[in-house]
């Protein structure tokens, strides 16, 4: 597509349930990033995919959190037992390669209730 | 680690005025540095970035410069619209980690300027 798509849009889910957020990134764009953007702070990195393999999950905060990219193109996020302090816009961004500046996508803003 | 700190928010301005948005880092090595434009229903857009020491980045009016000596990169421009109103984000990549596109944000200044 023209642009890194993410969805949903918005998520609300209520405490301790399963969630899924899907990133669709720029054709061609081998590299995949995903950020947690809390209100009113910058994006924090959670993990960066280099192909299909996860090349550097060191943000991930624990182990509720993971992501997969099983082709190499689309990526989820997946976060089990929500709480409330998961709430956030989850960013996705994707590059050409490794070296070049992420284009990011529009978020997808989780509500945990 | 790396951390990047910008001047507290939020800044207004009226139109034609002159802005200055102030960044400083703290990094180990050489960083890449960045700034990001957040405008309103919208996703994070690159705005200009420099690679190396005293490089100016420059895009649509807006410039900043990588001073090595004060670890900073302040974002400057002569004369703001009403449409540069939106949320200025600085950042950094670690020119020795994994991925240019590892980057460490600052908290974001919202900027709005008046007619």
């Known amino acids: 597509g023209a642009g890194v798509s993410q969805t949903p849009s918005n998520k609300v889910t209520e405490k301790g349930k399963y969630v899924e957020l899907r990133c669709d990134p720029i054709?061609?764009?081998?590299?995949l990033y995903w950020y947690r953007q809390s209100l009113g702070q910058g994006p924090e990195f959670l993990i960066y995919?280099?192909?299909?393999?996860?090349?550097?999950d060191s943000g991930l905060p624990n182990d509720r959190f993971f992501a997969v990219r099983p082709e190499g193109s689309v990526s989820t996020l997946k976060i089990q037992r929500t709480e409330r302090g998961d709430s956030a816009v989850y960013l996705c961004?994707?590059?050409?390669?490794?070296?070049?500046?992420?284009?990011f996508g529009s978020g997808t803003r989780l509500t945990v209730v | 680690g790396n951390s990047v700190t910008q001047m507290e928010g939020p800044v207004t301005l009226s139109e034609e005025a002159f802005l200055t948005i102030n960044c400083t880092y703290t990094?180990?090595?050489?960083?890449?540095l960045f700034w990001y434009v957040q405008y309103p229903g919208e996703g994070l857009q690159l705005l200009l970035k420099?690679?190396?020491?005293?490089d100016k980045g420059s895009n649509k009016g807006f410039e900043a410069t990588y001073r090595k000596e004060t670890t900073s990169f302040h974002l400057e421009k002569g004369s703001v619209q009403v449409s540069d109103s939106a949320v200025y984000f600085c950042?950094?990549?670690?020119?020795?980690?994994?991925?240019?596109?590892?980057?460490?944000f600052g908290q974001g200044t919202i900027l709005t300027v008046h007619p």
């Open positions: 054709s061609g764009h081998t590299a």
């Open positions: 950042a950094l990549s670690d020119a020795g980690g994994t991925s240019y596109g590892k980057l460490t």
């Open positions: 995919f280099q192909g299909t393999g996860a090349a550097d």
């Open positions: 990094a180990t090595g050489y960083p890449s």
């Open positions: 961004a994707s590059s050409p390669s490794g070296q070049g500046s992420p284009t």
């Open positions: 420099a690679t190396k020491a005293d």
